[in-house]
């Protein structure tokens, strides 16, 4: 089975603070994308990575950045967090190239709440 | 632009009754369709797809989705829903390049025992 998992459940940060939330999958895939989660609003992708050290804006990338230094891990960076960056953040892992298995696996995802 | 939607946010139902969340999409060429769901404090887990081929689409738990060309649809379907089938649902496409989702805001279904 593939497994994304990521380094927290529940996150509580102030506002200001750098924030990382860290993705690890463990299927070699060559993809990865983070999104958030609200209410409403269904998945919005925030960044994704096709490739080592490659990396993509999704449709909200701004108050983002993302490191991929390593094919199995991706790591979503807030550089000053905000209140309005209080979501759940998802991280998800896909095969590249064209192949019919490009169906994403997800983490169970990270509440983040900014004070 | 390349793009999903969901038209029922919110679904209640009693138990046995049947199911039909709608989905749309508004791109063309290529189309690769998905199912997601996702149980309360679970994460997100594929219910079924569609690549090409069949446009009946058989999933996990007696979910079906039927892709129709014309109508730009990918619907999803069970004939008589269960307690626990209470559950966030997301409707998703692949773009063009085959790396980037597409994801529809989600369909909350509450099924009542």
């Known amino acids: 089975d593939v497994k994304v998992t990521q380094s927290s459940r529940y996150l509580v940060k102030r506002t200001g603070e750098k924030v990382f939330l860290e993705c690890v999958q463990d299927?070699?895939?060559?993809?990865m994308f983070w999104y958030r989660q609200d209410p409403g609003l269904g998945l919005r992708l925030i960044y994704f990575s096709y490739d080592v050290k490659m990396k993509e804006k999704g449709d909200i990338p701004e108050g983002y950045s993302v490191s991929r230094e390593k094919k199995e891990r991706f790591s979503l960076i807030l550089e000053s967090a905000s209140t309005n960056q209080t979501s759940m953040y998802l991280c998800a892992s896909s095969r590249g190239g064209t192949s019919s298995y490009n169906e994403q696996f997800f983490g169970p995802g990270t509440r983040l709440t900014v004070l | 632009a390349q793009s999903v939607s969901q038209h029922n946010h919110h679904v209640i139902l009693s138990e046995a009754a049947s199911l039909e969340l709608g989905c749309n999409y508004s791109y063309g060429g290529t189309v690769n369709l998905f199912w997601y769901v996702q149980y309360p404090g679970q994460h997100l887990q594929l219910l079924l797809k569609?690549?090409?081929?069949?446009?009946l689409v058989k999933g996990i738990k007696g979910f079906e989705a039927e892709f129709i060309k014309s109508k730009f649809s990918f619907n999803l379907r069970k004939p008589s829903v269960q307690w626990s089938d209470t559950a966030e649902y997301f409707c998703?496409?692949?773009?063009?390049?085959?790396?980037?989702?597409?994801f529809g805001s989600g369909t909350k279904l509450n099924v009542k025992p």
């Open positions: 569609y690549f090409s081929g069949d446009p």
């Open positions: 998703a496409g692949l773009t063009y390049n085959f790396n980037k989702f597409y």
């Open positions: 299927m070699d895939h060559e993809n």
